[in-house]
C-alpha cells in the first residue's frame, strides 16, 4: 500500500504562510514544512524543512531570491514528529524575519 499525503496551510500573517505535508500512516512518515510568501500574487517558497532525501534524516534548506533552494544544513532529532513540531513552531515564530532576510537576499 503506497502512503497518500495530506496537506494543510497555517497563515501566519495575510502574506505568510506554512504548508504542511506529510504522508499517511503507518510509519515512516516523510514530509515537508514549507515556509511561503506571497509575492506578486503568487506563494513562494522562502524555507523549507523535510526528510526527502532519507527519512531518519532532517534537513532545513535556505531559499535565497538570486540562488533559490541552498544546500542543507542537517538537523538532529529523534523522530520525524519532533522534527515536524520543531519546524512548525519555528516558521510560526521566526516567519517575519526569515522572510524579510529572504527578501533582501
Not at 48 to 65: I, S
Amino acid at each position: 500500500m503506497v502512503p497518500t499525503e495530506r496537506e494543510i496551510f497555517i497563515d501566519v500573517e495575510p502574506d505568510i504562510r506554512i504548508r504542511y505535508r506529510r504522508s499517511e500512516p503507518p510509519p515512516p512518515v516523510s514530509y515537508a514544512i514549507v515556509l511561503e510568501s506571497l509575492e506578486h500574487g503568487e506563494w513562494t517558497t522562502v524555507r523549507l524543512r523535510d526528510n526527502a532525501d532519507v527519512l531518519d534524516e532532517h534537513h532545513e534548506h535556505e531559499y535565497t531570491r538570486a540562488g533559490g533552494k541552498q544546500a542543507p544544513a542537517i538537523l538532529e532529532f529523534s523522530s520525524s514528529n519532533e522534527a515536524m513540531a520543531a519546524a512548525i513552531r519555528k516558521a510560526k515564530t521566526e516567519a517575519p524575519v526569515i522572510v524579510r532576510q529572504w527578501r533582501e537576499s
